[in-house]
């Protein structure tokens, strides 16, 4: 059975500093780039709801949370309607992103704990964000807490092989006892989650699940057939990486 992890708040704060670093290094290299990103976001967007829309039709009076809306998530792409999105770096991405971000309000706030009523949208987004937080099951359940029964939920996650869960549960232990240096994923994401973990999560939730899927046998089939040698893809060879699990469903 799936435990879970326990992590550190300091582990959590360090995630979000260097998700920080690595948007304002975006923002210095694509400073007159920015008109593109607000095009590949509408996009993207775009591409989003004419996934949706046979699920279920998109309408214009909906109101829509996207939590952990990022630099240049879904939200800044939806062209009218009451749209909203969540992140605790909101201010930080105001300033660094400004055109894409006007397109969209946000809210500088954490995912476990939503500055919002019981049952206030009736479009919730979560686009890979848990792993990056202190409490990624606390997310998933304000996820629901705020969407309206019959409302929409979308969620992706990145998912990997179990090796990775163990190895990032033990950085988590070495680092709370001094280790001096960091690991890249393990240091830019709190939990590395199994497909197995967060579909059980999931199987306990009041939802009707529409849709659940990932696409990790191509990821895996595709990280085996590389030819890369450096040490990164060898380890994936053996032991898949970055896979995406995505839900869409209603809930109950
Ligand atoms: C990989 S980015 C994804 C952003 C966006 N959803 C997208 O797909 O472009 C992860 C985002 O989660 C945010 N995040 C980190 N901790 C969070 C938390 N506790 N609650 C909500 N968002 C959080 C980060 O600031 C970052 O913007």
């Not at 879970?4 to 995630?15: E, L, M, Q, V, Y």
């Not at 998109?58 to 800044?76: Q, T």
């Not at 979560?126 to 629901?144: C, K, M, Q, T, Y």
């Not at 970055?242 to 809930?251: G, L, P, Q, R, S």
Request: aromatic letters at 10%.
């Amino acid at each position: 059975m799936f435990s879970k992890p326990t992590i550190s708040k300091k582990r959590a704060d360090r995630a979000l500093e260097r998700q920080l670093v690595y948007q304002t290094e975006k923002a210095d290299r694509s400073r007159d780039e920015e008109d593109q990103l607000v095009r590949g976001t509408a996009l993207k967007s775009m591409m989003f709801r004419q996934r949706i829309q046979p699920i279920r039709p998109w309408r214009d009076d909906d109101r829509v949370l996207e939590v952990g809306s990022g630099a240049h998530g879904l939200v800044f792409g939806f062209d009218k309607g009451f749209c909203i999105g969540v992140d605790p770096l909101a201010a930080d991405y105001r300033r660094l992103f400004p055109k894409v971000q006007t397109l969209s309000q946000t809210v500088g706030a954490i995912g476990e704990e939503l500055p919002f009523d019981d049952a206030a949208f009736d479009v919730v987004i979560s686009d890979n964000v848990i792993d990056h937080a202190a409490d990624p099951f606390a997310i998933i359940d304000e996820l629901i807490r705020v969407l309206r029964p019959g409302g929409l939920l979308y969620f992706t996650v990145n998912i990997h092989h179990p090796f990775y869960d163990k190895a990032s549960r033990l950085y988590g232990s070495l680092r709370n006892i001094g280790l001096p240096f960091e690991v890249s994923p393990f240091a830019d994401h709190t939990v590395h989650l199994t497909e197995e973990s967060i579909s059980s999560v999931f199987g306990e939730l009041p939802l009707d699940i529409i849709q659940q899927s990932s696409n990790a046998d191509g990821t895996r089939a595709s990280q085996r057939a590389s030819r890369k040698l450096d040490p990164d893809s060898l380890l994936k060879k053996m032991f898949f990486k970055n896979a995406i699990y995505e839900v869409i469903a209603y809930k109950l």
